[in-house]
């Protein structure tokens, strides 16, 4: 915000009375200072200004316990500087949008930076400076709000308006990472010398002061770098999926037990129902959740959520929680809306969930990544052909992959902070490579039929159904991080019975 459109206090009984609303009328450089929220402006008097300059405790916090990743995010950043020896790295966590005037959509700050730091302030960047002995990290971020040039209570984003900030001593202690004011990086970028790298797309101002520095190649080595890197959690990382999954299980207990109220209204209300969940145990939803009722399952990323609920349908609903440190969950349940599936139903979920269970079977360390996609293929392409819907032989599907037509999607992608983690990661690294001890992926396997797909009985058209669970690689197979949400459907009726009862 430029320094003279200045906002408005809100009228709480701490803050002053500020001065009668007039509307909004254009900047001169003769105005005195003002205050502006909501479009009308006040005038601030000298005295007011002097005023609120003094009477402010001082509220720093000494002796701050680290974040519990210190050690995680240290070991990562060691990594990194061990990468691109003698190079100036950048990492940015990005800068709000505007929505519209001075309303914003909520920050995330960007995966790199997070994975880096465990931090997730707006506007911080973290640069790693090459030394002989390796690099020296240093977090740059906004210090606390200047009280003598009324940036805290004038400023749009000064303290009084969005909160306290962490001071750079207190976020030195928290990060285990000097810190720097943010403000002067940008000189300090434009006048450094030696290669450099930045992760791109986050902070225009800091792309702006090394435009003539990097390259796009060399900045993309770093991103595909940075994504590698994460396929495999770390024990802390591991730690927070379980935790991101457990509050999604809560998350889907919720719904169910609201699915009379989204009866009643709309997809809407089972939305709304994950949301609060989301929120009140995590951070936010990891991505847009997909509540799915009737034909709508059948659109592969239904995220208007805005249509009807009926009883006799099913509800495919994919949605994952994640946690306050950014890692997410991303799992799915096909359930029958009135608690029991019908015949035609069940035998197509049943065809998904052998389907996953032979995708599950085969995560372990030392497999190819494409093994557990290529498993569940092969069961739905046998149960394709067994419901005559495909000619056979098998093997001929698959070749041809004919089966595609109703299963659409891959059956699986890493997860982690993103949901679809890792996504710069070369082919050979991810989807031509092996899997590992601590990767994390899903194995989501689905059937389709859509309203209007002439080739299948009738009775088929409108289902959709997808199973989806979050599985980590361990030393000696695999471990379903969302075992505790029934999949087989005899276990889910029962689930969702116990809950409506409750
Ligand atoms: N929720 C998106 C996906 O399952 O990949
Ligand atoms: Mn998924
Ligand atoms: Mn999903």
Known sequence: MAEERIPETPATPETPEPEPATPETPETAEEPIKQRKNGLYAAVSDELTENMKTGWADTALHGLAPIPQAAETAARRAALSARFPGERLVV?????????????????????????????????????EPTAEGHRATIHLLPRSNRENGEFWLDGQGELWVGRRHSLDEARQLLGLPASDVRELPKALAEATGPVRAVRGHDAGVEAALADKVTAER????????????????????????????????????????????????ERYIEGTFFLRARVEGNDIGYGSICAAGPHATTLHWVRNDGDVRSGDLLLLDAGVETHTLYTADVTRTLPVNGRYSELQRKIYDAVYDAQEAGIAAVRPGAKYRDFHDAAQRVLAERLVAWGLLEGPVERVLELGLQRRW????????????????????????????????????????????????????????????????????????????????????????????????
């Not at 966590?93 to 994975?115: C, H, I, M, Q, V």
């Not at 695999?478 to 459907?489: K, T």
């Open 92 to 128: 940015p966590a990005g800068n709000l949008k505007t929505r519209s005037n001075d309303t914003e959509y909520p920050f995330r700050a960007s995966t790199e930076y997070t994975y880096l730091t465990g931090d997730q302030t707006q506007d911080g960047v973290l640069v790693l």
């Open 219 to 266: 900045d993309e080595e770093l991103r595909v770098y940075l994504s590698e890197a994460r396929a495999v959690k770390d024990d802390f990382e591991i730690g927070e999926l379980q935790k991101a999954v457990d509050s999604t299980v809560r998350g889907f207990e919720d719904v169910v037990r609201v699915l009379d109220k989204a009866e009643a209204t709309s």
């Open 407 to 502: 299963t659409l999607h891959g059956t699986g992608h890493m997860l982690g902070l993103d949901v679809h983690d890792c996504a710069a990661a070369r082919r050979e690294a991810y989807v031509d490579g092996t899997l590992e001890p601590g990767m994390c992926l899903t194995v989501e396997p689905g059937l389709y039929f859509q309203t209007d797909d002439l080739t299948v009985p009738e009775e088929y058209r409108g289902i959709g159904v997808r199973i989806e669970d979050d599985i980590l690689v361990t030393a000696d197979g695999n471990r379903n991080l969302s075992a505790a949400l029934p999949r087989r459907a005899d276990e889910v009726e029962a689930w969702m019975a116990a809950l409506k009862q409750a």
